[in-house]
């Protein structure tokens, strides 16, 4: 299926008068935390934060995960460029992972929380609030949501359309119950839809594939043989890989990735990115593992490039090339939920890894530039820190987003430490000032078309001097899963679009025409009449 749309033009550009303040690094960032209304809470994060448009009103919004103590905080953007807090998840519960989208088909973002249940003691199926059409989040019981039916000591949700029916499915990784002899661990819920019985309400699947893996800590999700089934990486102790098949499946196929990838880790982040614009997505999986404890256990990144296009490897239908060597990655050290942007718009994609200390200090996070050969070089005087000194937190994850619609992407990250009596953590937000000349576009993507997610949709731009592409969604996974669809890109030197794509997970391809660089656009349906 093809149809024609147009685009209507939203915002005008914006240049931006602050240098860099920097000479030998192409980025720099301000942190104006306080200024834009992120309030100084020092609780526990959990995990780093999820961002999305909950209420639609055309300004990105983050959900932040606290511990035990405090609830969840819900920080929604604003034309003004500053955030308004709400709380949400309000009762004591033991909150980890987070993840939004639009789960009942209102056109509004949705969020699901992972619930630890106590270390195993007591636990928890998932928790969901749901936005409302008058853009009011509502948290709805366990038993209206569907999401009974297995007890879970959660880490981490992830939203993903399983069946390729359009609408919103869940994804639960856990840890191993206490009893031994309960060998499942994750659970996975089909989204019954909005007709006839279902508005958004779910229901357990029993038995998809995945639900005895072995990973624990975080995940990836993907399309890596572009069949429109997701595909799922699960992370430490090394990385399993399951691939999505039709009727609700996963099949286990480790086995095809390369063997260190599998024997190795622990891994800490992950995240999807087209480093050389050939218009797959390759995979950066960072090296390292901190949680709850003080254990700090190291472990070296693994870039992997995708070969599918060169595929015919039926039995396993996609391979990965390890260019880890020749990237200039780091080899040592802990690398917690790293996220990817074109933080410069030179038209590549750079790496923002928020750094774990290896004793009980913050140290300054990096930025690793993409040099446009498959490799990468390393800044960490860029700005993009809070106060170090006295700062005995360590990152969880952070997201990268144009808080503003200025063009230039911007870094929220999130810091925990929970040792004893003692909870700490902080959220600050990043503001991207670098001032070099070269040319954007961010796309807004609708939340559905024709009642079809754009979860994890390929969007692709053409110019004259070469093609971008992106996936819809998050910019990068560990224990988190956001919905950002105002999607940038960094252009470069080129000043005219020619075209633009979406191609939905399910398959259905959308053209859109070209425009100006240095704006923002909204993608808007236009009917083909017949002549």
Known sequence: MRAVLLLLLLVPVTQLARSQGHLDCPFGFQDVSEHVGIVFNPQDKTTGPTVGDLNQDGYLDIVQCNHVRFPMEVYYGSEKGSFTRQRAFKTKMDRHGTATGDVDGNGKLDIVLAIGGDNGIKPLPPREVRTSSDGELHEISIEEAGLGGRMLRGVAPRLLDIDRDGDLDLFVLSRPSLDLSNVIRHAVYENLGTEPNGNGTYQ?????????????????????????????????????????????????????????????????????????????????????????????KSGRDVLLENLSENVTDANCGFRYADVTETANLRTDGIRHGITAADFNNDGFIDIFMPEVGPGGARINDTIMLNLGNKSFLGFTDHGANGPLEGDITYPTGAQAFDYDRDGLVDIVVATRYNQGNQSQGYLRLFKNTVENGNNYLIVQVPVSIDGKTTMDALLTVRTGGGSFHRVVGSVGEFRTQSFIDQVHFGLGNNSVVLSIDLKLMEGTLYAFGGCAANQMISLSLSPILPS
């Open 204 to 296: 357990l699947i029993n038995y998809t594939g995945i639900e005895k893996s072995v990973g624990q800590a975080g995940f990836l999700v993907t399309d890596v043989d572009s069949d429109g089934y997701p595909d799922i990486f699960i992370l430490s102790p090394g990385v399993r890989f399951y691939r999505g098949r039709p009727k609700r499946k996963f099949v286990d196929k480790t086995s095809c990735l390369p063997l260190g990838l599998r024997s190795s880790g622990p891994y800490g982040g992950a995240v999807q990115l087209d480093i050389d614009n050939d218009g797959d997505m390759d995979i950066l999986f960072s090296g390292g593992l901190r949680l709850k404890t003080k254990l700090l």
